[in-house]
């Protein structure tokens, strides 16, 4: 639970509260069922995912290169993610049920992804972390990274929270 002088990289969720977003991010938003994304970590500060290769994501079928549409998805479904959150740990003082229901006005308003290297791995690694959660819009950083860590490709976001 949430103390007043605990600061946010201290503080941990329920896990209901975990559960809750772990089926919403991974059963509810079906296409994040089509890209593969499943979380690994969510912290209030950071929330890490990862993705499987798998020959429907392929972009590029000569280097078996993952699409470059599926790093946008991912890393902004992620943004997503990271909002939400920071939405949660902004809200402490209220059950885990009751935090997940604010979600409901929570969408994209502007994205920016930055493709580094080529999308080659057996499985990738996805980063973000919330940069400003406002009253009205969240500003996110991204990252994809290959197994190895080796960093393919970054985000920022901008997502409406009211």
């Not at 002088?5 to 069922?33: D, T």
């Not at 969510?42 to 499987?52: L, R, S």
């Not at 290769?53 to 972009?59: A, F, Q, R, S, W």
């Amino acid at each position: 639970m949430k103390h007043p002088n605990l600061p946010l990289s201290e503080m941990s969720f329920e896990p209901e509260f975990i559960e809750g977003l772990r089926k919403i991010f991974e059963e509810m938003i079906v296409f994040n069922q089509v890209l593969g994304l499943k979380i690994t970590s969510i912290t209030p500060t950071k929330v890490i995912a990862k993705i499987t290769m798998k020959p429907d994501l392929v972009g590029h079928f000569s280097y078996n290169r993952i699409h470059g549409g599926v790093i946008s998805a991912g890393l902004d479904a992620m943004g997503g993610l990271a909002v939400m959150a920071a939405i949660g740990a902004r809200h402490m003082d209220e059950a885990p049920m009751q935090r997940l229901h604010r979600f409901g006005k929570l969408g994209t308003i502007d994205l920016r992804i930055d493709y580094l290297r080529p999308g080659i791995s057996d499985e990738f690694e996805l980063h973000a972390e919330v940069l400003r959660l406002g009253s009205r819009v969240a500003s996110t950083r991204m990252e994809f990274r290959a197994k190895d860590g080796k960093l393919l490709s970054t985000g920022s976001g901008a997502y409406i929270v009211s």
